[in-house]
């Protein structure tokens, strides 16, 4: 199983930026995705979650009418929509695909907000 996220970098306060994480070796479409962050000397915190057919969501008040998570079962894809970036939101990102049997975790990608 892969999960590789993409779309990470540098923004001003008040950008946005859009992360993608592409799964591979596993049925997409069995699997609750989500995407969770850590910043430096903190724990890794939950962020955004999305059922298996992409009908809820749930997300974490930190993020809450900011970010929008999305999924394309047809393309393996899920996606973070980040709007109105904040310095506090400097992390790196997580995908996670979730189920009853087994999460997975990809690498991170990097997302830093300049003030």
């Known amino acids: 199983v892969q999960l590789q996220a993409s779309g990470g970098g540098l923004v001003q306060a008040g950008g946005s930026l859009r992360l993608s994480c592409a799964a591979s070796?596993?049925?997409?479409?069995?699997?609750?995705m989500g995407w969770s962050r850590q910043a430096p000397g903190r724990d890794r915190e939950f962020i955004a979650g999305?059922?298996?057919?992409?009908?809820?969501?749930n997300y974490a008040d930190a993020v809450k009418g900011r970010f929008t998570i999305s999924r394309d079962n047809a393309k393996n894809l899920v996606y973070l929509q980040m709007n109105s970036l904040k310095p506090e939101d400097t992390a790196a990102y997580y995908c996670?695909?979730?189920?009853?049997?087994?999460?997975?975790w990809g690498e991170g990608t990097q997302v830093t907000v300049s003030s």
């Open positions: 996670h695909a979730d189920s009853d049997w087994a999460d997975y």
């Open positions: 070796g596993l049925t997409f479409s069995n699997y609750a």
């Open positions: 999305i059922i298996k057919g992409g009908g809820s969501t």
